[in-house]
């Protein structure tokens, strides 16, 4: 199952199409129908449940019955903090729920590297808390851990009540190599039983947690358990196509889901809004760009229901395009989401699994073989990494991005810096398209010597079909086989290669900027996150100027009319306008990308017309060729 309505890559693979379709007119200069976008993917397995109400079933009259209170001298409210080497995290017992959960480093087979949240600098390092400011200031919290059943009064009891715990600490310290079991138990005279029992280990980010909920003895069916609500980096000031906020994320019936809160769902009045995915769910959570809270039931799942709140902030100012950037008309506020996803989860006692980290592809592939020996079944966890929404594009992009990811990783171990690792892959690979390139200006060269007499032959063409002359005609025929001739090693579509080379590597590279984590708070020059936009914007108008030279020193097909000379001057300075607009406030690292591979597309190019130009330093006469295609057979003139 695919979900069309995640827009970051869709804007994306919108300029990438673009641009090709520009540059291929750019190369032929003769006039195509245009191509249309294919049909979004409907998310067949995805149902809308009614906004107008809230999603949480109401009780029925046999339900409504009041539950006993407690006194609020038998169980006092705690806070029960565990400190590990690589997070920091808080328990509350009113609910047995998480309130605070802080990721201090990232620990994967490439090494360790500390975490910080966004906009932190080495004056100023601000904590990496996962759990939103807002979902705190919910009646109730939303927060993780928190049970949903067909009981509202079930509901109210399990979340809202002080649960005793198992330990008389209130700070638990785990050295490495350490784990440590917490239990929380809670029981009510109405019968409802509950017992939340946490394992977490010093060295992973995987805690266990088991729950055994039962009502007068018997285990509490449909329950549901809480991720979220926008588990992410809270300190991103404002967010954007490329730096998205959080969203849910699941697998269903074998296929990734994914529901952002500004494009996934309809709100009602209110601000809330509810959504349904059907299935057999494997896992679910909620994640943003680089960091995620999963959900791992012990067994296959039936159903995954999800909720969001819309809520407005204050930011600092912003220019979300460049035409407001132009205008200096700043944006100072941004619509937010908070997102929920309830996993159906087993309420026998049976382990759950919890993945709280980072979505970095080196320690996500090293946990995915793991985490499915214990639930024995296979799970793909390492797809909640985005690699693409779409399936087609993800079968494609997903085996390219990774050789990237590493490659890119090897040369910033090499230079200790992310946007030389960039610029040193990018030479590579440029240089590997140089042999492609310098075939493709031999045949646009041939193509441009071959025009007089191709349009020569046109014109014949055209008087002839004026005079009534039919196609089969032996002066018809003979003329088109003299056109053939003037083809023969002139294919436009061969000097294209280099273009359809570099288009998919684009997407998997993008792919691969916006899912690196080492790419985030990457420095380079005056670039403080190669993740995120260039904050002058230096990148995005030195990828244009540069844009506008690659395209004006690389040979093009023949404008052998005033009209292919007009489109010519055109794509030559509209193109790069164009993506201008797209590209504005894409990450800088991608720009780097891009612009650096334009400056070696030029030089590449500079020196292939050095070593074209005649020895005598006069004009060569363009090329003809006068020769058959093989295979071809020649028509008697009449």
Known sequence: MENSNNQNQYRFLIAAAASMVVLFAWTYFTPKPPQSEPANITNTAVNTANTSEQPTPQPTAEQASTVEEQSADE????????????????????????????????????????????????????PLQLISQKALEQTPAAVPFRLLTADQNINTFVNERNYQTSVEENEITLAPGEERQLEFTLAGANGVEVKKTFVFRADSYIADLSVDLRQNGQAVPNTKLAIGASIGDHAINHHTFYQIESEAVASADGGIVRHQGNYSFEYSSDGKA??????????????????????????????????????EVDTEPFYPSIFSWILRSATVKETRHLV?????????GSVTKVFTGSKDYFLISSLDAPLSDSVGRELEFVNIINFSNYRPIRFIVKPLSIPILHALHFFNVLTNNYGIAIIIFTFLFYSLLFPLRWKQSGSFKKAAGNAPKMKELQDKI?????????TDDPRMRQLQMEQLKLTKDALPIGGCLPMLLQFPLLIAFYTAITISLEARQAHFAWIPDLSAGDPWHLLEFGFAISMVLAMKFTPTGPAVTPEQQMQQKMMAYLMPVMMLWIMWSAPAGLLLYWFFGNIVSFGQQMIINRLNKPADGGTTTPEVVTSLPGGVKKVKSS
């Open 462 to 470: 055209k008087a002839l079909q004026k005079k009534g002359v039919p």
């Open 274 to 311: 509810g959504l349904n995915v059907p299935g057999m769910i494997d896992w679910a959570g909620v994640s943003d760009s680089y960091f995620a809270m999963a959900a791992i039931p012990s067994t296959q799942t039936q159903g995954l229901e999800l909720q969001a709140m819309k809520y």
């Open 75 to 126: 169980v006092p409210n705690r806070t029960i903090t565990i400190k590990a080497p690589l997070y920091e995290v808080k328990l509350d017992s009113k609910g047995a729920v998480a309130t605070s959960w802080i990721l201090i480093a990232n620990r994967s087979e490439k090494g360790e590297v500390p975490l910080w949240a966004d906009g932190s600098t080495e004056d100023n390092k601000k």
């Open 340 to 348: 929920t996803a309830f996993v159906p989860i087993n309420t026998d």
